[in-house]
């Protein structure tokens, strides 16, 4: 079973962008004129001999600039997705960080606008801050946070050998508590930080490999888990 939440192509914007084709068959049309259903992602299927010995295809976008190589084994969703990832890692303003937090109620970072007030942040410790800086910080946490929803809701995301997701235990990440780290943790015999918990989660439950605690995944589920817990006071070692 696929668990993968995030719904691709939110609207016609999307739609016409994400028309996705073999680059070999060269740049056919794409978009609503060309029957692209709408929120969806149209494959034109044609392959080139090089790109087939070599096991791979080089897959071209409609925006004309992304290509990205996939193994020739790849087709369908499984396709869709690897060329979404890389449309969406070139496209990080896309809409799929409103998807997430509508679809999942991921929570917006802090509002950080008293830094303009009085003299515009002149007399800060770190510096003059404009509204651009504050739209950047956000937009960048958000997005970050928002990453870990997507892998958190996603059984392929996570690696899952058997189509499960942490939503499916933990919907919105409840009962987490991120806050509650560091504490002892009885299963894993010593002080755990939330990270060594997800760690557990992912090889337990879910089934997946052990995940490399500085790596994107890890990164994504840690920033993901603590938003959800947005002004929960910490309490380390709680039970
Ligand atoms: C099959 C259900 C299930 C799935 C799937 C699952 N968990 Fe859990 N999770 C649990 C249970 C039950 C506990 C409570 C274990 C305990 O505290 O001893 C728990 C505990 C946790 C905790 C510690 C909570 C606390 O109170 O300290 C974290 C963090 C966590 N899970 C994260 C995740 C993440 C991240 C995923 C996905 C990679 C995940 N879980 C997938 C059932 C699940």
């Not at 496209?91 to 109620?105: G, I, L």
Request: glycine share 10%; aromatic share 6%.
């Amino acid at each position: 079973m696929k668990n993968t939440s995030l719904r691709y192509g939110a609207g016609p914007a999307l739609a016409g962008m994400i028309c996705l084709l073999f680059t070999a068959a060269g740049l056919v049309g794409c978009g609503d004129s060309n029957g692209t259903p709408p929120g969806g992602v149209a494959i034109a299927l044609a392959s080139s001999a090089t790109a087939a010995e070599s096991g791979t295809v080089t897959m071209g976008c409609c925006d004309g600039k992304n290509t990205v190589t996939v193994s020739k084994e790849l087709a369908g969703q499984p396709l869709a997705d690897a060329l979404m990832d890389q449309w969406k890692r070139d496209h990080p303003e896309a809409n799929w960080v409103t998807e997430q937090r509508e679809k999942h109620a991921l929570l917006p970072p802090a509002d950080n606008s008293d830094l303009l007030q009085g003299a515009q942040g002149k007399e800060h410790t770190y510096g003059n801050y404009t509204h651009l800086d504050l739209l950047t910080w956000a937009r960048e946490t958000e997005k970050f946070a928002a990453e870990g929803s997507r892998i958190f809701h996603s059984a392929d995301a996570l690696g899952s050998s058997i189509a499960v997701s942490c939503d499916m235990c933990h919907p919105h990440a409840a009962n987490t508590h991120p806050e509650t780290y560091p504490k002892f943790q009885p299963q894993l015999g010593r002080v755990a930080l939330l990270r060594d918990m997800i760690d557990w989660c992912i090889e337990n439950p879910v089934r997946g490999e052990h995940l490399d605690p500085n790596g994107p995944t890890m990164r994504a589920l840690e920033a993901y888990i603590m938003a959800q817990r947005k002004g929960v006071p910490m309490n380390y070692g709680k039970h």
